[in-house]
């Protein structure tokens, strides 16, 4: 549950609103051009430790929000407006894309889905970038970008050669790639779903088909809310992005497009089992329903004979027989036979 901190405070307080998933907060630094690149980390939240590289691009990736001091040190040093940087450390953001005279703020959340609950974990993921730096934010320890890293210090792929921009297409690009994954595992989840259903082993499928249905959802929700970021990201007219990362952006867009259509594609997968589901537990209730009657239907004759001939009555003609009573049950027995093959054969059973 969301700690509501900044209720009553002024707009722009910086005030950590979330879950502290980090003992002390780390920056790790990473600078490159197309010959050269170094490579820094430290927990010291003094300003010296964002030292400009001229010829190079800077990416400062910080790991943990909730160092306050730490944001507004890095608010001051790259002139972050005040608002971005309270929104920076409330991990309760929808996405967003803002540009700034001085720089272009990206927001949006990292998922992942544990197998074990059916839940989706999100993390806040944080952007601000120029030409010649980028400045990340994430709230746990474990590296999101770890791919990108490599590619940047082995010298793979066209990042070294390009500038700020081109590294934040880079990390949204990773981020869509884990969404994919994300996709993958819940497409296992639905397909196993279906098979469970088909084989008739019902026992837990409305308590996991509840929680993926639930789960979807919030994935949709929060998938439509990138791409709306990033359509303003691919439309933006800013000149701190280049055409040529346009291009990239344009095709990265369209893999989120791809990426709705898989997550509706679920939904009604998802929706057909709940009907097929509830479909199967009718079908069973009326069998049940059907076996009843028919018990019901063969024993209201017995039931009928066993009272005739159990009131109180003294002159009952029948009564005086001495094989009455074995009688009286081939005339159950009969009606029992008749009964039964009359529904075989108007396939009632």
């Given at each position: 549950m969301r700690n509501n901190y900044?209720?009553?405070?002024p707009p722009g307080t910086v005030k950590f609103t979330g879950e502290q998933k980090v003992e002390h907060t780390v920056v790790h630094t990473l600078s490159y051009n197309k010959d050269e690149m170094t490579v820094a980390k430290s927990e010291n939240s003094d300003e010296t430790v964002f030292v400009d590289h001229p010829g190079?691009?800077?990416?400062?990736?910080?790991?943990?929000?909730?160092?306050?001091?730490?944001?507004?040190?890095i608010g001051t040093k790259f002139g972050i407006h005040q608002l971005i940087r309270e929104d920076i450390v409330d991990p309760y953001q929808?996405?967003?894309?803002?540009?700034?005279d001085n720089g272009i703020f990206f927001l949006c959340k990292s998922m992942r889905f544990d197998q074990t609950e059916r839940t989706l974990e999100l993390e806040q993921v944080s952007?601000?970038?120029t030409d010649e730096y980028l400045i990340s934010f994430q709230e746990d320890e474990t590296d999101l970008f770890h791919r990108v890293r490599d590619r940047?210090?082995?010298?793979?792929?066209?990042?070294?050669?390009?500038?700020?921009?081109?590294?934040?297409f880079a990390l949204l690009d990773t981020l869509v790639d884990d969404h994919f994954l994300l996709l993958e595992l819940i497409n296992e989840g639905v397909e196993s779903l279906e098979e469970q259903l088909l084989i008739g082993n019902t026992l837990r499928i409305k308590e996991v088909s509840h929680g993926l249905r639930r789960t979807v959802h919030q994935l949709r929700k929060e998938i439509i809310s990138f791409r709306d970021g990033l359509?303003?990201?691919?439309?933006?007219?800013?000149?701190?992005?280049?055409?040529?990362?346009?291009?990239?952006?344009?095709?990265?867009?369209?893999q989120v497009m791809h990426q709705v259509d898989i997550i509706d594609n679920q939904r009604e997968l998802l929706n057909g089992i709940q009907e097929l589901y509830n479909s199967e537990m009718s079908n069973k209730m009326n069998q049940i329903m059907k076996v009843l009657t028919i018990i019901t239907t063969v024993f209201v004759p017995l039931s009928f004979l066993a009272g005739l001939y159990g009131m109180n009555f003294k002159h009952i003609p029948e009564l005086e027989y001495q094989n009455g009573y074995y009688i009286l049950l081939v005339v159950m027995a009969i009606i029992v036979l008749s009964s039964l093959w009359f529904f075989k054969k108007n396939r009632w059973l």
């Open positions: 900044n209720i009553g405070a190079k691009v800077d990416w400062y990736d910080v790991r943990g929000l909730h160092d306050e001091e730490l944001v507004n040190v929808r996405s967003k894309f803002e540009v700034f952007f601000y970038f940047i210090v082995k010298g793979y792929g066209k990042i070294r050669q390009k500038q700020g921009d081109y590294l934040a359509s303003m990201f691919k439309k933006s007219e800013s000149e701190m992005i280049s055409d040529d990362t346009r291009i990239f952006l344009n095709d990265l867009f369209g």
